[in-house]
């Protein structure tokens, strides 16, 4: 009997194990899933970058103030004013770069008035300069014949340099054309170049460029100087030469008066 339960008992097992084969083999059945419209992801914006945090205000730094003669001139101030200029640049120095693009032989005198010692070559062409009959010509109808309607920086600054010119001229010992710088100064005093249109101020740069060659006339011709006067007579400019005459004495006993008190300050040994 026991045999045969063991058979029965075996034969159960084999029975469960043959089933349990089967289900495992067979798989898991397959579910149909709902079919799902075709989306497209939406574009995702990129995150803002963070803002920095803000810093703490620093206190602004003590400003240091800069010496008047170190700045540079307000802009405008110099209209059409071209390059760079050092710290020490003038304004007659400016005017004087613009001035020299145009008078190119002003631009000579300058240069060699300013080197005070120079060269047999440079000293030669300065003297050659001074005697340019072309040049002493130009000045002369440049002061009696103003161009610009109006007074500038820029038109006294060229008169003057224009007068400083003809008075070099004459210092000049042994100039050949010395009667000829001579007449043109006097022509300069005596010539009425005064216009009715005239700007007042151009009409008084004239007149003060009349009344310096006076000066200058005289230290080189004192007679001479004196006979114009006379040769005014009658004309317009009567009254300003004896005013001229007048003022040029006081000047000379004023130089006289100064150089007596030099000489008793300063008694020769």
């Known amino acids: 009997m026991k045999p045969l ?5 075996v034969a159960v097992l084999l029975t ?8 495992a083999l067979s798989g898991t059945p397959e579910v149909e899933l709902p079919e799902m419209a075709a989306t497209t992801p939406a574009p995702v914006a990129p995150a803002a970058p963070s803002a920095p945090p803000l810093a703490k205000p620093q206190p602004a ?3 240091i103030a800069i010496p008047p003669l170190l700045t540079a001139p307000s ?7 071209e390059g760079e200029h050092g710290e020490f640049t003038t304004a007659t120095d400016m005017i004087k770069q613009k001035l020299f693009k145009r008078e190119p032989k002003l631009a000579q005198f ?7 010692l120079l060269d047999s070559v440079s000293r030669e062409g300065y003297h050659k300069l001074l005697m340019d009959k072309e040049m002493i010509a130009q000045t002369r109808d440049d002061l009696l014949h103003p161009k610009e309607p109006k007074d500038t920086p820029e038109t ?3 008169r ?16 050949p054309d010395r009667a000829y710088l001579l007449d043109t100064v006097e022509s300069i005093i005596l010539e009425d170049s ?13 007149a003060a460029t009349k009344m310096e060659l006076y000066e200058i006339f005289s230290s080189h011709d004192p007679a001479r100087t004196l006979a114009l006067t006379d040769k005014a007579r009658g004309t317009r400019l009567e009254k300003m030469m004896e005013y001229f005459a007048e003022s040029n004495q006081r000047r000379l006993a004023k130089e006289r008066e100064l150089s007596l008190q030099a000489q008793k300050s300063n008694p020769q040994p």
Do not use: C, W
């Open 61 to 63: 730094a003590p400003q």
């Open 110 to 116: 300058d240069y060699f008035r300013e080197h005070v």
């Open 156 to 158: 006294n600054t060229k």
């Open 75 to 81: 802009e405008g101030s110099l209209p059409e004013d």
């Open 160 to 175: 003057l340099m224009q007068i400083d010119y003809l008075r070099e001229g004459l210092s000049l010992k042994d100039h």
């Open 16 to 23: 469960i194990a043959v089933v349990a084969v089967k289900v």
């Open 194 to 206: 005064f216009t009715a249109q005239m700007d007042p101020k151009v009409k008084r740069s004239l």
């Open 5 to 9: 339960r063991i058979t029965l008992v």
